[in-house]
């Protein structure tokens, strides 16, 4: 997932199951950001929180505040499953009802970003129906 600021790419996450355990990186462009010329062709504008809103945010001040949330998120989702969650991060989603395309190492999908489903999957509205994706670049 992408975290956008001000429609730029400020920080990405990557999650990956390994058997039981998930994986979890982060990524925040705090005081720096790639630039243009070093991403993908039509990925998103890479932005830093400095440059967009001033503030200077060292990574030990970010890394308490994410670790606080963090914890409450991991209870909540302990608590009460997937549900809350899915449902905030949809009321927060870019592009939603708009076409996107999905790509991966074997092939790219292109479809209305309907949904993400209980298992968090995102969902494609494509000519062939709805297709579920489980990992991929997104492109807007």
Excluded at 32 to 50: M, N, Y
Excluded at 59 to 73: I, T
């Amino acid at each position: 997932n992408d975290v956008l600021l001000n429609g730029g790419k400020v920080a990405g996450i990557l999650l990956e199951s390994i058997g039981d355990f998930l994986a979890i990186g982060i990524g925040v462009n705090l005081a720096h950001a790639p630039g243009a010329d070093q991403v993908e062709a039509g990925a998103l504008r890479p932005v830093s929180v400095v440059a967009e809103t001033g503030q200077v945010v060292p990574p030990e001040v970010f890394l308490d505040a994410l670790a606080a949330e963090y914890a409450q998120l991991e209870t909540q989702f302990q608590t009460y499953g997937f549900a809350p969650i899915r449902t905030a991060w949809l009321s927060h989603a870019a592009r939603l009802g708009e076409e996107i395309v999905a790509r991966t190492m074997k092939d790219e999908t292109r479809g209305v970003f309907e949904d993400v489903d209980a298992q968090g999957n995102l969902i494609l509205r494509t000519p062939k129906g709805r297709v579920p994706i489980t990992a991929a670049d997104v492109f807007f």
